[in-house]
């Protein structure tokens, strides 16, 4: 609320993670425990994938109806990764310019572009130690040995942006969760340009 009243726009607040370190749960939790917080926006992705109950909650949409809405301006930022497109709704600009944090399912690879459109942008990094992935990426049944070895390795890779925090989520899942919910807090409410 202090941004707004300063003129500065709010921090974008990336959370970022390796498939299987469990983001889209963290996030779930924090989204719930945070919903006193009407002052925190936390973005729902334009996906070129179908719904469903064990992905993130995001809006489904076909590559063809994402490229349009890419040209029509509908989005305030948006990727292509693993094959898909990702989209961050224009609404995000807005919300930031008035001075209030916003949090997203961000991607490692787009971070030094997503700082660049966003200068504001804080990255929180969720980790988990390469055995409990390998598990995790193993119990999903999605992905060859080979897939999983290539996943594990790319997640300990550093980050074109510095993280703001690391969380490590190898274990208990409410400390984990517990930690992302006081990052956020202290990212939306400290954070200035």
Request: charged fraction near 20%; aromatic fraction near 4%.
């Amino acid at each position: 609320m202090q941004g707004a009243a300063l003129g500065r726009p709010g921090p974008l607040i990336a959370v970022v993670g390796p498939s299987g370190v469990g983001k889209d749960t963290l996030l779930a939790r924090a989204r719930a425990a945070l919903s006193g917080r009407p002052d925190i926006l936390f973005v729902q992705r334009s996906i070129t994938r179908p719904a469903s109950a064990d992905a993130e909650t995001h809006v489904p949409m076909t590559a063809e109806a994402f490229e349009e809405a890419e040209r029509a301006g509908a989005f305030a930022y948006s990727w292509r990764a693993h094959g898909l497109g990702y989209g961050l709704p224009a609404s995000l600009t807005e919300h930031l310019a008035a001075g209030r944090p916003a949090v997203v399912n961000g991607s490692r690879k787009v971070l030094a572009g997503m700082q660049e459109r966003f200068p504001t942008l804080c990255v929180i990094q969720i980790v988990a130690a390469p055995d409990v992935l390998a598990a995790r990426l193993a119990a999903r049944g999605r992905e060859s040995a080979d897939d999983i070895a290539a996943r594990i390795a790319r997640a300990g890779e550093a980050l074109p942006v510095a993280p703001a925090c690391i969380i490590d989520n190898s274990g208990d899942i409410d400390r984990a969760a517990d930690a992302l919910v006081a990052a956020i807090v202290d990212l939306a409410d400290t954070t200035r340009l």
